[in-house]
């Protein structure tokens, strides 16, 4: 196995993680949040938090690292248009998905808050959601458009 195909599975693997550890996290906050059950939110709003905190921010960590060295290992030219539309989408995932770190660790504090006291969610925990549900949209579309264009390479 060369450099190249080693560092083009670890980019491929940072990628898997982010797609699934996102959707992961997505489908199993939605379905805590759809119980109502406050202990049962408390508790997957804090694994969603420890998960995105140990895959997705590896994963991120990873992508440009890794890209960078293919892009070495390749000669690729940072003037190449599916790359910076890609670079351009990763920044757009980022300003959605950094926002949405905090939004899940207050979700999770709330809603551990009002396990404690036996107490409904307030207010602010839906209104987090709601913010939270609507940039899960653009942040994973950026991400599934930048796995096309790393596929495709249409431009």
């Known amino acids: 196995m060369t450099l190249y195909f080693l560092v083009k599975y670890l980019h491929v693997l940072g990628a898997i993680v982010i797609l699934g550890t996102?959707?992961?996290?997505?489908?199993?906050?939605?379905?805590?949040?759809?119980?109502?059950?406050?202990d049962f939110i408390a508790r997957t709003a804090s694994v969603v938090v420890i998960a995105d905190a140990i895959f997705t921010l590896s994963a991120v960590i990873l992508q440009p690292v890794s890209g960078g060295l293919l892009m070495m290992l390749s000669a690729t030219s940072f003037?190449?248009?599916?790359?910076?539309?890609?670079l351009a989408l990763y920044a757009v995932?980022?300003?959605?998905?950094i926002p949405v770190v905090f939004m899940q660790i207050e979700m999770r504090d709330l809603a551990r808050k009002a396990s404690e006291q036996r107490a409904a969610l307030p207010e602010r925990y839906f209104v987090?959601?709601?913010?939270?549900f609507a940039f899960g949209f653009p942040g994973f579309g950026a991400t599934m458009l930048i796995l096309w264009l790393?596929?495709?390479?249409p431009f």
Do not use: P, Q, Y
Request: aromatic content about 18%; cysteine-free; hydrophobic content about 60%.
């Open 22 to 38: 996102g959707t992961g996290i997505a489908f199993f906050m939605l379905m805590a949040h759809r119980t109502h059950d406050v």
């Open 93 to 97: 995932a980022g300003l959605f998905w």
């Open 150 to 153: 790393m596929v495709a390479k």
């Open 79 to 86: 003037t190449e248009r599916w790359l910076l539309a890609s």
């Open 128 to 132: 987090l959601f709601r913010r939270w």
